[in-house]
């Protein structure tokens, strides 16, 4: 009956662990950032430049938990570098600077969240190709990197957050490879930066280096800066595009630039939005999912490698609710909060553990790591999955005879146990559950060894 016990529960934890954990998700170049429901904060593919902010450079195809803070609420994933949002208001970076693209006051590489200044009231942050765009809740613009998408009238780098003319009402931005939009409160449209393509919209493919309103129009709703093209929703839920269109991106069935706003079709149910490089993610009203534009690796998710120049409904699914865009890879939420990844997988950017690439939504597991799943004060686990060993951090002593580790058939396998730490190495690849006797009470976690 014991046996019984562990091989049904250790089954439960294996179903859940595609667990509906997630609440927000970042798509970077070849890897993602996410924030799970309990507020803490995962990485995972490439880390070259430190991006995953998990204090190495070193990749990772699993969700690894950046640090042990619960209180994350913006993220934002750029080519190399990252941005994020405490709860409390305060901004954090970590990744490439070279181009002074953190905000930190120099031009060095972090390689764990590093906090920017000591204001605590930013809303919201985006990361471009070299350069970075925020908000503040007072609705002021700032800006820091380098190149003409910062908006300052210049092209000087800029390695410290700097405001953006002394207006007050901005409400949502959006920062692509070297151009940037933002909507104001009174629903207008500004575009700067790199116009090579028309990506600005202004009628011209001149570059221009501070904000310049596009059209007339004061129902601007969302908008999306892609690699050389940018797309938008206004208030009746229409499909806006302009800018390069080699490979569909505009989704008006040709691959002729625009530079000018162009409706896309005539569907009044559009959603949410997320562009990069040359391809869109899309959700409607409905809750199903739509992409367009290159499809190197499978990004679009439509079970091809075809590029498509018009909206694109992937599966049949109606309840997605979150997307993103990466360079070569694509990540979604479903309304139960469960993530799904798609597209390139060569850095481990999918976060399923492989490397090879998927052509349709594949859900990700929901990793263990997290401080509250037993609570903050009781036990924290690390890494995981893992390859050799697991650490062990709780506020009460962790004495050896009081763990216990259990394969899938429920039977008490062999491990050793030194200063906190479980030597996991001559375990076979698999789920194990480890038990641990603390406070007069027993914890139950499963783990991966790979």
Not at 382 to 403: A, M, R, V
């Amino acid at each position: 009956m014991r046996k019984n016990y562990f091989l049904y529960l250790l089954l439960f934890l294996s179903i859940n662990s595609f667990a509906q954990c997630w609440s927000k998700i970042s798509a970077g170049l070849d890897y993602t950032i996410a924030v799970k429901t309990d507020g803490t904060l995962w990485a995972w593919g490439s880390n070259y430049s430190g991006q995953l902010g998990i204090g190495t450079n070193t990749a990772q195809s699993n969700p690894v938990q950046i640090g042990t803070a619960n209180n994350w609420s913006q993220i934002s994933a750029g080519r190399y570098h990252s941005l994020a949002i405490k709860t409390d208001g305060t901004l954090w970076a970590w990744g490439y600077n070279g181009h002074g693209e953190l905000g930190d006051g120099t031009i060095v590489n972090k390689n764990i969240p590093t906090q920017i200044g000591t204001s605590s009231n930013w809303k919201q942050v985006k990361c471009g190709g070299k350069h970075t765009i925020a908000l503040k809740t007072n609705g002021t613009l700032w800006a820091w990197g380098v190149g003409e998408a910062l908006g300052n009238g210049t092209n000087v780098l800029i390695n410290i957050p700097t405001q953006i003319g002394n207006l007050n009402n901005w409400s949502t931005i959006s920062a692509g490879y070297i151009h940037s939009c933002a909507i104001k409160s009174d629903g207008t449209l500004w575009t700067w930066g790199g116009n090579y393509s028309g990506q600005l919209g202004d009628g011209t493919t001149t570059n221009k280096n501070i904000p310049t309103k596009i059209g007339t129009a004061t129902n601007w709703s969302k908008v999306e800066a892609g690699g050389n093209f940018t797309i938008s929703i206004k208030t009746n839920n229409t499909l806006w595009s302009w800018g390069g269109n080699n490979d569909g991106q505009l989704g008006d069935g040709t691959t002729y630039n625009k530079n000018s706003p162009i409706q896309i079709g005539t569907a009044t149910n559009w959603n949410k939005l997320s562009a990069k490089t040359y391809y869109v993610l899309a959700t409607k009203t409905n809750g199903t999912l739509w992409a367009w534009g290159d499809n190197t690796y499978g990004k679009l998710g439509d079970g091809t490698i075809i590029d498509k120049n018009i909206p694109t409904q992937i599966g049949s699914g109606t309840t997605w609710s979150e997307v993103s865009a990466g360079e070569e890879h694509s990540i979604s939420l479903k309304t139960d909060s469960l993530l799904w990844s798609w597209g390139n997988n060569s850095s481990g950017e999918l976060g399923d553990s492989t490397l090879i690439n998927k052509n349709i939504p594949t859900a990700i597991n929901c990793p263990t790591l997290s401080i509250n799943d037993f609570g903050e004060t009781e036990l924290i686990i690390y890494p995981n999955p893992t390859k050799d060993f697991i650490n062990l951090q709780s506020i009460f002593e962790i004495k050896n005879e009081n763990y216990e580790v259990y394969d899938l058939l429920g039977k008490k396998v062999t491990t050793k146990i030194n200063n906190n730490q479980i030597n996991v190495s001559e375990l076979s690849k698999g789920i194990y559950l480890l038990k641990i006797q603390i406070d007069n009470k027993t914890l139950e976690t499963k783990f991966i060894k790979q």
